[in-house]
């Protein structure tokens, strides 16, 4: 009664069409390995995050433990 009723929501949507001449190029970057290189630099990553945070726990129990 004192609140607004929800309204209708509205979807400007562009559908996407399948185009060949785009299926080639992608085609070529998995061929020349773009998306592994990308997919490394992520595990990199997360690996020194992890080394990081195992050596700053490692460092909190020495000196809890001082």
Known sequence: MFMKKPQHRIF????????????????KKRKLGFRAYRRQSKKRGSLIMTVLIFILVLLAIYLLNR
């Open 12 to 27: 400007d949507y562009q559908p996407r069409f399948y185009d060949p001449s785009n299926d080639d190029e992608e085609k």
